[in-house]
T-cell receptor, first 110, second 117 residues
Framework: RKEVEQDPGPFNVPEGATVAFNCTYS??????FFWYRQDCRKEPKLLMS???SGNEDGRFTAQLNRASQYISLLIRDSKLSDSATYLC???????????FGKGTKLSVKP | EAGVAQSPRYKIIEKRQSVAFWCNPI?????LYWYQQILGQGPKLLIQ????????DSQLPKDRFSAERLKGVDSTLKIQPAKLEDSAVYLC???????????????FGPGTRLLVL
């Protein structure tokens, strides 16, 4: 079993739609959680951190459920510019190494 | 502020040849990482440096891959000899801190896209 698993995608949605991505992690010792965004042929960039209390940044909401080892990302009112691959990232270990999921591709259509 | 610089951006070689990639992290960043991203996968950590010392190289295929950061600033990653399965994007990232509970954001360079024929 992969340490970080994500919805396989791709997700094809119309503009204005709400879309949710799910991610599960297997190592209960994982410490920190993030969502990264990666545009086609570009490097990953930090989208947002994920906290147990849930956090929101504009149209983006991230949630963490430590008991279920589950992370989610909700995008409301999706824009064409949201089209990208969304990577679920978990940090574990004393060195704080990032463990990436395979990513979920989102395509927002007009 | 300048970002993480990598070169070359693209490289095509034949199997069994050697190749080297270069990375210059953000100025002042003590921690440098090399990742391998195979098409359709997330990045996988190969090696982590803290200044000029190796912190974690547990996933580096040491029979063919090597990396160094001699002066604690820029770094090179080498593959010798290359195999077909090494075709991937090699990403360098840096952060101002490494490890511990106070994780700093990692900033990624544009990557080197390697194709082994």
């Amino acid at each position: 079993r992969k340490e970080v698993e994500q919805d396989p995608g791709p997700f094809n949605v119309p503009e204005g739609a709400t879309v949710a991505f799910n991610c599960t992690y297997s190592n209960s010792a994982s410490q920190s959680f993030f969502w990264y965004r990666q545009d086609c042929r570009k490097e990953p960039k930090l989208l947002m951190s994920v906290y147990s209390s849930g956090n929101e940044d504009g149209r983006f909401t991230a949630q963490l459920n430590r008991a279920s080892q589950y992370i989610s990302l909700l995008i409301r009112d999706s824009k064409l510019s949201d089209s990208a691959t969304y990577l679920c990232v978990v940090i574990r270990g004393s060195q704080g190494n990032l463990i990436f999921g395979k990513g979920t591709k989102l395509s927002v259509k007009p | 502020e300048a970002g993480v610089a990598q070169s070359p951006r693209y490289k095509i070689i034949e199997k069994r040849q050697s190749v080297a990639f270069w990375c210059n992290p953000i100025s002042g960043h003590a921690t440098l990482y090399w990742y391998q991203q195979i098409l359709g996968q997330g990045p996988k950590l190969l090696i982590q440096f803290q200044n000029n010392g190796v912190v974690d190289d547990s996933q580096l295929p040491k029979d063919r891959f090597s990396a160094e950061r001699l002066k604690g600033v820029d770094s090179t990653l080498k593959i010798q000899p290359a195999k077909l399965e090494d075709s991937a994007v090699y990403l360098c990232a840096s952060s101002s801190k490494g490890g511990g509970g106070n994780q700093e954001t990692q900033y990624f360079g544009p990557g080197t896209r390697l194709l082994v024929l």
